[in-house]
């Protein structure tokens, strides 16, 4: 992924520490779902990771109260090359800018909120055993940076690199535009059912789309801090989307597949619908909820 000289940052729209603790993760905002398939690979329980607000609570409120934005330093791309960490805020500004463009006024900003360990948020306090997720009660992105090396490279052996990245976060704002137009709250009304066909999977294939969708209209506004995105680029994001299927995880972590549980959608559906975003460039190709949508892909 190559960056544009010259092209501004916005540290504004990257958040720090977290908001206010509430329940339980939803499930439906992607998060409670992350945390099933990365209990899968831990072993770990997962009601234990959803219900750990009450053990962490204590030591969030511990924590001394940080003054000053850390993004500041990011002012333009070329701030990339001496600080790596600045590459969030590319992601966040050119995916923000893509998607106001599209909704106009119906578009909510919101921040990308790294976090190290554990944070506070509208949805309750989460560890980084859950990974990135979206919190739909707060609209905010929360990005555990340590996944990318830990768990996406690490056990989940994908290749990485800056674009696979950048799909990882496209993703979760994917979630944020399906709870702008309204599909993520119908399939929380739905329940938390499972299944290559159920809401849930519907759900995170549609952010897979929306991610392939600004992946293709990236480098178009010549304002991006994105200036160009390769082949191999698109490789190690196509690579990351099947790399988080739930068949593979269930394979590795398990040695089988039930495709009843699957929450997220297969390798194959995942990079079927990531690639429908990016071929059309468009989202309202992006109906994973219309009648017969995943047997049509």
């Known amino acids: 992924m190559q960056y544009r000289k010259g092209a501004k940052l916005d540290s504004s729209q990257m ?23 990365l209990a899968l690979v831990f072993g770990l329980d997962p009601s ?3 219900g750990a607000a009450d053990q962490t609570q204590q030591s969030q409120q511990n924590q001394p109260t940080q003054t000053g934005n850390p993004w500041d330093a990011c002012e333009n791309a070329e701030d990339i090359e001496t600080n790596r960490d600045c590459r969030f805020v590319a992601y966040t500004n050119s995916i923000q800018a893509f998607w106001a463009t599209q909704l106009g006024d119906q578009y909510v900003m919101t921040t990308t909120t790294p976090f190290t360990g ?8 989460a560890t980084s055993d859950v990974g990135p997720f979206y919190c739909p009660a707060d609209k905010i992105v929360y990005l ?5 090396d830990q768990m996406l490279t690490g056990q989940l052996g994908a290749r990485g690199g800056d674009a696979a990245e950048a799909y ?10 399906s709870n702008l137009i309204g599909t993520l709250g119908k399939a929380q009304a739905a329940g938390n059912q499972t299944g290559p066909n ?8 549609q952010a897979d789309c929306f991610a392939g969708v600004w992946l293709a209209n990236a480098t178009n506004d010549p304002a991006s801090p994105i200036e160009a995105i390769t082949q191999d680029d698109l490789n ?3 690579d990351a989307a099947i790399a988080v299927g739930d068949d ?13 549980s699957w929450t997220h959608g297969s390798s194959e559906q995942r990079k079927t619908w990531m690639a429908r975003g990016y071929t059309t460039g468009d989202p309202n190709q992006c109906d994973t909820f219309a009648p017969g949508a995943l047997t049509k892909a």
């Open 15 to 37: 958040g720090y520490g977290g908001g206010g603790a509430g329940g339980k993760i939803a499930l439906g905002g992607g998060a409670g779902i992350l945390v099933l398939i």
């Open 48 to 50: 234990a990771l959803l």
């Open 118 to 125: 554990q944070t506070a948020t509208a949805c309750g306090t």
């Open 144 to 148: 555990d940076t340590s996944f990318f």
């Open 168 to 177: 990882v976060i496209a993703h979760e704002y994917g979630h944020h535009i």
């Open 198 to 205: 159920s809401p849930q999977v519907k759900l995170e294939l």
């Open 236 to 238: 190690r994001a196509v």
């Open 248 to 260: 593979r995880i269930q394979q590795m972590s398990t040695g089988g597949i039930s495709p009843e």
